[in-house]
């Protein structure tokens, strides 16, 4: 018996594309199904002048790929976790989280070493509020910037020379085969990910149960549970691009997960950063999920209110 091929959804941006490969090249393996591309451009990718933050966040990225779900011109979306937001729209679920790459932000620079490095005032190209909060902290002197467009825009604006420095995800350069311009990568004590970072997540349309069930095999059950537990703080606290929220999730040496978040001021750069910490045995999403919460809780008792309603203004 022949199946019907099995259609990926994907954005168009070779990341992306490299990231629909992937899974493309796993789910031919094992289904033993023809597994072909459908490539699409989002309204994300299309806004290249204006920050996220202010144009609709995360789901600029993910809309369209759900449109092609809905009407049956494909059967699978892969997203950087990262990009998807926090609820899904009724009718979608993610089937699965794949192992996760270096979760960690890297530092790129022609001629700096480390952010240490940098003269007084430097320029520094970022447009995630999340990393600009940090970048500020470890040095108030520099001048962040606004820098957006796929990883090879960012990287060509960088070597033109209108930055002496930018920050990104490793996972994304690493597999494009750039992790050479790594210089340094950021410990997650000065610079904490954002929820999901580094890992890639498949949505498929709630209702369709045997391609739920065959891509359950794909999950990475520990990228799961840390992913769902970072992905709950945010959740939790309603974050969206506009608030700089990080959260990351990593196994202990006692087998218990370890889950540490951040926020920031959204407009008062300068202001301090709150941080939570926790820590449980964790088995399942549920309680996976309760961690992110309990996490979410420590932020709001030290005031995360006040910051979260301030983005809602800018
Ligand atoms: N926001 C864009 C985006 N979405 C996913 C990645 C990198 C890959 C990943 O984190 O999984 C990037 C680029 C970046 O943040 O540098």
């Not at 033993?32 to 002048?49: A, E, F, H, P, Y």
Request: glycine share 8%; aromatic share 2%.
């Amino acid at each position: 018996m022949t199946q019907q091929a099995l259609v990926i959804a994907t954005r168009e941006s070779r990341l992306a594309l490299w990231q629909a490969r992937h899974v493309q090249a796993i789910l031919e393996t094992l289904s033993q199904r023809q597994v072909t591309l459908l490539g699409m451009t989002t309204r994300g990718d299309q806004i290249l002048d204006r920050s996220l933050s202010k144009v609709g966040g995360k789901g600029l990225f993910v809309k369209e790929l759900e449109a092609a779900l809905a009407q049956g011109r494909a059967d699978l979306a892969v997203h950087s976790l990262k990009d998807v937001p926090m609820e899904l729209p009724e009718g979608f679920v993610l089937a699965a989280v794949l192992e996760r790459e270096d979760p960690r932000d890297a530092w790129v620079s022609p001629h700096y070493a480390r952010l240490e490095d940098l003269p007084q005032g430097a320029r520094v190209g970022t447009s995630s509020l999340r990393r600009m909060v940090q970048l500020l902290q470890l040095r108030p002197d520099l001048q962040v910037e606004p820098l957006r467009g796929n990883l090879d825009t960012r990287l060509r604006k960088l070597d033109e020379g209108q930055y002496e420095g930018i920050v990104l995800a490793a996972a994304g350069l690493v597999r494009l085969g750039l992790g050479e311009r790594i210089r340094a990568h950021f410990d997650t004590t000065h610079m904490l990910p954002c929820a999901g970072q580094g890992a890639l997540g498949i949505e498929v349309r709630s209702n369709d149960d045997a391609l739920r069930a065959q891509l359950q095999a794909l999950s990475h059950t520990p990228t799961l549970l840390a992913t769902e537990a970072e992905r709950a703080v945010s959740r939790a606290l309603g974050g969206s691009c506009s608030v700089p929220l990080a959260a990351f999730a990593q196994s202990a040496p006692d087998g218990g997960l370890q889950l540490q978040a951040c926020l920031g001021h959204p407009s008062q750069t300068g202001a301090a950063l709150l941080r939570a910490q926790g820590h449980a045995q964790v088995r399942t999403v549920a309680e996976a999920q309760a961690l992110g919460l309990e996490v979410a809780q420590a932020l709001r008792a030290q005031g995360a209110q006040t910051y979260l309603s301030a983005a809602s203004t800018v």
